[in-house]
């Protein structure tokens, strides 16, 4: 499962947030810290082995936690990798809803134009 494969337009979220929600949605979108933050709590369970630290950006976090499910001598292979395509499901279906957020975010206004004195 591909991210872009899962992205919706902009435009979809028309029938379910109202003006307000979307103005909000921006802020939230165009601040980087809060949008860090709230992956991190969103996935922290899938993240927090080893792969959050305070202050920066969180990381893939299946590099880690499946590395810790890999070394449990109690599973099956054949559960270990229903636990694994699992984590990566879910991590790919936030991470799409997190890309769909950046759809939100505010674009920097354009340059004004001087008009031009000579006319």
């Given at each position: 499962?591909?991210?872009?494969?899962?992205?919706?337009?902009?435009?979809?979220?028309?029938?379910?947030?109202?003006?307000?929600?979307?103005?909000?949605?921006?802020?939230?979108?165009?601040?980087?810290?809060?949008?860090?933050?709230?992956?991190?709590?969103?996935?922290y369970t899938i993240y927090s082995a080893g792969?959050?630290?305070?202050?920066?950006?969180?990381?893939?976090?299946?590099?880690?936690?499946?590395?810790?499910?890999?070394?449990?001598?109690?599973?099956?292979?054949?559960?270990?990798?229903?636990?694994?395509?699992?984590?990566?499901?879910?991590?790919?279906?936030?991470?799409q809803g997190f890309r769909a957020l950046e759809?939100?975010?505010?674009?920097?206004?354009?340059?004004?134009?001087?008009?031009?004195?000579?006319?």
């Open positions: 499962m591909q991210l872009d494969e899962l992205l919706v337009p902009r435009s979809n979220f028309n029938d379910v947030l109202d003006e307000y929600e979307r103005k909000k949605l921006e802020s939230v979108a165009s601040d980087d810290v809060v949008m860090n933050a709230l992956k991190k709590i969103l996935l792969s959050l630290h305070k202050g920066k950006k969180p990381y893939n976090p299946t590099e880690n936690v499946l590395l810790s499910f890999g070394a449990n001598m109690n599973l099956t292979h054949e559960e270990k990798g229903r636990i694994a395509e699992s984590m990566v499901t879910g991590v790919t279906i936030v991470e759809m939100f975010k505010k674009l920097p206004d354009s340059p004004k134009q001087e008009a031009n004195p000579q006319k």
